[in-house]
């Protein structure tokens, strides 16, 4: 079976010899995260990031914070909130703690308390917040609470939003449906489970439905 190597572009010179010349080439380096202001003027973004939802977003945030130049695509210009909750984990609290989206959300978040893991309508398994030393094992929260909060964080980050869908994509960038050209360092698909941009690059997906229910 052929196989197929994915082309990162290069950000830095290749390293010099004593005479000037380039190296004899040797294993291939790691890929360096682009830094903010390392990428050409001439680019639209250092990174541009196909789907705006949680994932999508949370991360054009983080990286927003960290100084670089974030374009986020979205079908939509403003992702509806969906009239569900998350039962977010310790460790998203933590998240987005460090994105200063927490304490907008901490007075009307539900803390979990006791979790029981089975199969039917007997509990198999049970885990209990109390014996947690640092808090309840999560919070449920509302999507539109949490759309709300990270949609005014992206607003005052400067993350730049566009409506539209990636109708190629390639090195150096993508094209929207409309035409649009995005230049970049380097692009993210956080369109879901069918993601197209993940299509498009040739990466497969495999999974498996888990059989465990679970009841908060």
Known sequence: AERRRAHVPELHAPPQGKAGGTRPPGPPRPWTFPRAGATSPG????????????????????????????????????????????????ASRRLLQSLGLWARLAPDAEAIRRIEVGEGAVP????????????????????????????????????????????????????????????????????????GTARRAGIARTSERATLAFAL
């Open 43 to 90: 680019m639209d973004a250092d990174v541009v990031i196909v789907g705006g939802g949680l994932v999508g977003g949370s991360l054009a945030l983080a990286l927003a914070q960290a100084r670089l130049r974030v374009a986020l695509v979205d079908l939509r210009a403003s992702p509806a909130a969906e009239g569900r909750a998350y039962a977010l984990s310790a």
């Open 124 to 195: 198999a398994l049970a885990f209990d917040g109390a014996e947690m030393e640092d808090g309840p094992m999560g919070h449920m929260v509302e999507d539109a609470a949490l759309r709300a909060a990270l949609d005014a964080a992206l607003a005052g980050a400067g993350v730049r939003l566009l409506q539209g869908t990636v109708a190629a994509q390639g090195e150096g960038g993508a094209t929207l449906s409309d035409g649009r050209r995005l230049a970049c360092a380097l692009l993210v698909g956080a369109d879901g489970r069918a993601s």
